[in-house]
Nanobody, 121 residues
């Protein structure tokens, strides 16, 4: 069993910053990509940012220049630093990881339960 636990969500004012953290635990042999998705009410879940084990990161166009992503691979942890937050960033943010449980396993997608981020204007 693999668990992803997010922390750091909450209510902030527009223009402020917030940092999300996510730690993966359980039977994990290796994690390739870790990242964050978000889902606003009435909208589809969308990729916010992701980072590979080699440190390559990609971002949604809507957050480029405002959000950064980093990870501590030794601790299977990923962080999302969100700056200059806007009301349209309001959503439930889900942590994501793609990895394997043993050296003979297939790659799987693992998801956290989500953390609410609300940006007031």
């Amino acid at each position: 069993q693999v668990q992803l636990v997010e922390s750091g969500g909450g209510l902030v004012q527009a223009g402020e910053s917030q940092r999300l953290s996510c730690a993966a635990s359980g039977t994990i042999f290796s994690i390739n990509t870790m990242g964050w998705y978000r889902q606003a009410p009435g909208k589809q879940r969308e990729l916010v940012a992701a980072i590979t084990g080699g440190g390559y990161a990609n971002f949604a166009d809507s957050v480029k220049g405002r959000f950064t992503i980093s990870r501590d691979s030794a601790k299977n942890t990923v962080f999302l630093q969100m700056n200059s937050l806007k009301p349209e960033d309001t959503a439930v943010y889900f942590c994501y990881a793609n990895g394997i449980r043993t050296h003979t396993s297939y790659f799987e997608d693992w998801w956290g339960q989500g953390t609410q981020v609300t940006v007031s204007s």
